[in-house]
């Protein structure tokens, strides 16, 4: 079965308007989370870490204003995107870290998101 | 910055035939992931490599990473329709597990 569920896995809005995206990992509490984007036919591009407890870490080039991390629990993460622009459309995906013995990094299911 | 450079870019193949693909970083990297993707979905977890010359395999896939972990290539051996996707290798930087992702292979195999 999924070990990261993401939702919505689409989403349509109209410009303007702000998209929330849930990140859950069901099997294991993960304190570190990732986004990625990924727009046509280009690879993913990591966004930034969202860590339990504390601020995201942002790459160069993500507005942090404009990407809200929210990393409340050990076992969900949420992305919004606020004031969304046709620009901002694309593929928002999540990575969970599953560390130790057994380390992987697991996938959502990703969100396709298109702004009108 | 560095750099995960993935070849080649599309293969199109017979069912049947054996094929390679490879990635190769500008850096030694702490772990290499191999993922599969139909565009606009999510990834399948391949295979994961840490220890420099480690080989892997999974039922016909087998992915390899060199002595510097700088290069790693999947191998998939009498390919079939069900092959067919997206191949994508990440590196890992550092032990927090955010990768660098390559650009792609498009593997299409022919009947």
């Not at chain 1, 990992?25 to 990732?34: G, R």
């Amino acid at each position: 079965g999924a070990v990261v569920s993401q939702h919505p896995s689409r989403v349509i809005c109209k410009s303007g308007t702000s998209v929330k995206i849930e990140c859950r990992s069901l099997d294991f509490q993960a304190t570190t989370m990732f986004w990625y984007r990924q727009f046509p036919k280009q690879s993913l591009m990591l966004m930034a870490t969202s860590n339990e407890g504390s601020k995201a870490t942002y790459e160069q080039g993500v507005e942090k204003d404009k990407f809200l991390i929210n990393h409340a629990s050990l076992t969900l993460s949420t992305l919004t995107v606020t004031s969304a622009h046709p620009e901002d459309s694309s593929f928002y995906i999540c990575s969970v870290h599953r560390t130790g013995r057994d380390e992987k990094l697991f996938f959502g299911s990703g969100t396709q998101l298109s702004v009108l | 910055s560095q750099e995960l450079e993935q070849s080649p870019q599309s293969l199109i193949v017979q069912e049947g035939k054996n094929l390679t693909i490879n990635c190769t970083s500008s850096k030694t990297l702490y772990g290499l992931y191999w993922y599969k993707q139909k565009y606009g979905e999510g990834l399948i977890f391949l295979m994961m490599l840490q220890k420099g010359g480690e080989e892997k395999s999974h039922e016909k896939i087998t992915a390899k990473l060199d002595e510097k972990k700088q290069q790693s290539s999947l191998h998939i051996t009498a390919s079939q329709p069900s092959h067919a996707g997206i191949y994508l290798c990440g590196g890992a930087r550092g032990s927090q597990g955010n990768l660098i992702f390559g650009k792609g292979t498009k593997l299409s195999v022919k009947p």
